[in-house]
């Protein structure tokens, strides 16, 4: 009986359970950093967004602006990061220089979608409207007649201080959507107006703020005139911010590329072919 050797693992040296233990929690450490190692590797070497085009962007040719177009929409429709909108913003760009009379509008267009900032959609849209000239614009503002006839009745309401019925009104014919639009020079907001026509009774009698009616009425005459009304009820309507200045004549500053390098060589554009 004391010769038998005991098959019990639990009574090993304490120096090689330690050393166990090490190892088992150095291996996944190991393999953590190698995986991390890998996954720097696979980044540095990811295409850049130019790269993942780059043949398709070397072939294009200055005497076919439509490419320059067409590739934009690839470029914009798969895009994930800035880079790749900046990508498409200079293909658009391209085309428009290259073709204004054939393309300006579709590349304006075009830049107006992926453009960064409000202030350069609004350019861009803008711009669409002058390409084959030079000139100022402001941004174009229009409504369904069915809809300034709401709004306009919501307004009258309003001023006689029946909120019920201006609220009524707003829910006709999309009249609440115009009211967003135009709310600010109307009330302060469009949730002003709200609040106001909520606080009104049928029996509250007209509202005596001079102000208030004023606003009422300039909104409601600038919607009425359309395009044909006059600068000063356009600046009650839509504000004072300067006009957008687009001059066509001047191809860098409008399309914001350098049409004498057309050419995709090696990475960046180029003037040689």
């Known amino acids: 009986m004391n010769s038998m050797k005991s098959t019990d693992n639990t009574h090993e040296a304490p120096g090689r359970v330690a050393l166990g233990r090490r190892a088992a929690a150095i291996v996944p450490a190991m393999v953590a ?8 590797l696979a980044a540095q070497n990811a295409p850049s ?26 470029v914009a429709d798969a895009a994930t990061s800035d880079a790749d909108r900046r990508l498409a913003r200079e293909l658009f760009g391209y085309a ?24 350069e959609r609004m350019r861009a849209s803008s711009a669409a409207e002058l390409v084959g000239g030079r000139g ?13 006839e709401a709004l306009s009745r919501a307004i009258s309401f309003h001023r006689r201080g029946d909120g019920r019925k201006a609220l ?3 829910r006709q014919d999309d009249a609440d959507a115009l009211l967003d639009k135009v709310g600010e020079p109307l009330a302060g907001s469009a ?13 509250s009698g007209a509202v005596p703020i001079a102000d208030i009616v004023r606003r009422g009425l300039l909104v409601e005459l600038a919607l009425r005139g359309g ?11 839509l504000g004072d911010a300067p006009l957008i200045e687009i001059d066509l004549a001047d191809p ?6 350098d049409p004498s390098k057309p050419w995709w060589r090696n990475g960046h554009w180029s003037g040689n072919g």
């Open 252 to 257: 860098m500053s409008t399309w914001r590329v």
């Open 136 to 148: 100022a614009a402001r941004a174009a503002f229009s409504a369904d007649p069915a809809q300034i």
């Open 96 to 119: 428009g220089a290259l073709d204004s009379t054939r393309l300006g509008r579709s590349a304006m267009l075009a830049l107006a979608a992926v453009a960064e900032t409000p202030g």
């Open 191 to 203: 949730k002003v107006f709200r609040e106001e026509c909520k606080v009104m009774r049928s029996n």
């Open 168 to 170: 009524a009104a707003l």
């Open 33 to 40: 950093c190698a995986m991390l190692a890998f996954g720097g």
């Open 49 to 74: 967004p130019a790269s993942r085009w780059d043949t398709r962007l070397a072939a294009l040719d200055p005497l076919r602006p439509m490419d320059y177009l067409e590739l934009g929409e690839e």
């Open 227 to 237: 395009d044909l009304r006059p600068p000063a009820l356009d600046i009650a309507l």
